[in-house]
């Protein structure tokens, strides 16, 4: 039993070292006009996804390809909005207090404004 726990901790090393290192993007981007960003990978209001912390994952495959390729994709570790006043928001980090409710609403992640709002975020892969 002792020999098989040792053997099988090697081979997980040995995949964790030949693992390649992730890289990190900045981007900086206009209105994106999709839906996704507030409404979830559904695409429909209301629903248990609308708070999802994968729809960036699924939106960066899609614009950023050669940097998000599937399987993993990427996935935003920080962002920050231009308001329609010209000013920026300060940073905000994925699910750790970036959630906004408007009146009428539910809870959104910030990034919700992708959608209509110039944005700015760091993606790593």
């Given at each position: 039993?002792?020999?098989?726990?040792?053997c099988?901790f090697?081979?997980?090393?040995a995949?964790c070292?030949s693992?390649?290192?992730?890289?990190?993007?900045?981007?900086t981007?206009g209105?994106?006009?999709?839906?996704?960003?507030?409404?979830?990978?559904?695409?429909?209001?209301?629903?248990?996804?609308?708070?999802?912390?994968?729809?960036?994952?699924?939106?960066?495959?899609?614009?950023?390809?050669?940097?998000?390729?599937a399987?993993?994709?990427?996935?935003?570790?920080?962002?920050?909005?231009?308001?329609?006043?010209?000013?920026?928001?300060?940073?905000y980090?994925?699910?750790s207090?970036d959630l906004?409710h408007?009146?009428?609403e539910?809870?959104?992640?910030?990034?919700?404004?992708?959608?209509?709002?110039?944005?700015?975020?760091?993606?790593?892969?």
């Amino acid at each position: 039993m002792k020999t098989q726990m040792i053997c099988t901790f090697v081979i997980l090393v040995a995949f964790c070292i030949s693992d390649t290192l992730a890289a990190c993007f900045n981007a900086t981007r206009g209105p994106q006009w999709d839906t996704r960003w507030y409404l979830g990978p559904d695409n429909v209001g209301y629903t248990p996804d609308d708070l999802s912390l994968t729809v960036d994952n699924i939106i960066l495959r899609s614009l950023y390809p050669a940097n998000c390729p599937a399987p993993y994709g990427c996935d935003i570790v920080r962002y920050k909005i231009q308001w329609f006043s010209g000013s920026w928001s300060g940073y905000y980090y994925p699910g750790s207090q970036d959630l906004y409710h408007k009146a009428g609403e539910n809870r959104r992640h910030w990034w919700a404004c992708f959608n209509d709002h110039t944005h700015e975020f760091e993606y790593c892969n």
